[in-house]
C-alpha cells in the first residue's frame, strides 16, 4: 500500500511560481509512475503532468506544456511539480497520484492518492 502526501501548495500571484512536492511511503517508489492531477471548483479532476520510473520519459495536458516541469527524486520517494508563470485558471487542488502502468492521463488508470493541496493564484 502506497501512501501519498502532498506539500508546497499557497496562494501566489498571476505570473508567480510555485513548487509543490509529494512524498511517497509504503511502496518501491522508483517502480511507480507518478503524476499530477487537479480539481479545480466546480470541476472534474484534471490530468497535469506524469512522470515514468526514472523520469526518462514525461507527459503534459496541454495546458501547462511550457510553464510546468515533473520531475523525481527516487533517493528521496518525492515526486514535484515546478509550477511557472501561474495564470488565475491553474487555481485548482492538485493531487499526487500513483500507478504501476504507463503514462495514463485519466484518474481511473491511478490506484494511489494523496490528499491535495490547495493552490490559490490572484490576479
Known amino acids: 500500500q502506497v501512501q501519498l502526501v502532498e506539500s508546497g501548495g499557497g496562494l501566489v500571484q498571476a505570473g508567480g511560481s510555485l513548487r509543490l512536492s509529494c512524498a511517497a511511503s509504503?511502496?518501491?517508489?522508483?517502480?511507480?509512475?507518478m503524476a499530477w492531477f487537479r480539481q479545480g471548483p466546480g470541476k472534474e479532476r484534471e490530468f497535469v503532468a506524469a512522470?515514468?520510473?526514472?523520469?526518462?520519459?514525461?507527459a503534459y495536458a496541454d495546458s501547462v506544456k511550457g510553464r510546468f516541469t515533473i520531475s523525481r527524486d527516487n533517493a528521496k520517494n518525492t515526486v514535484y511539480l515546478q509550477m511557472n508563470s501561474l495564470k488565475p485558471e491553474d487555481t485548482a487542488v492538485y493531487y499526487c497520484?500513483?500507478?504501476?502502468?504507463?503514462?495514463?492521463?485519466?484518474?481511473?488508470?491511478?490506484?494511489?492518492w494523496g490528499q491535495g493541496t490547495q493552490v490559490t493564484v490572484s490576479s
Open positions: 497520484a500513483a500507478n504501476q502502468k504507463w503514462l495514463k492521463r485519466t484518474t481511473t488508470e491511478y490506484d494511489y
Open positions: 512522470i515514468f520510473w526514472h523520469g526518462d520519459s514525461t
Open positions: 509504503g511502496g518501491t517508489f522508483s517502480y511507480y509512475v
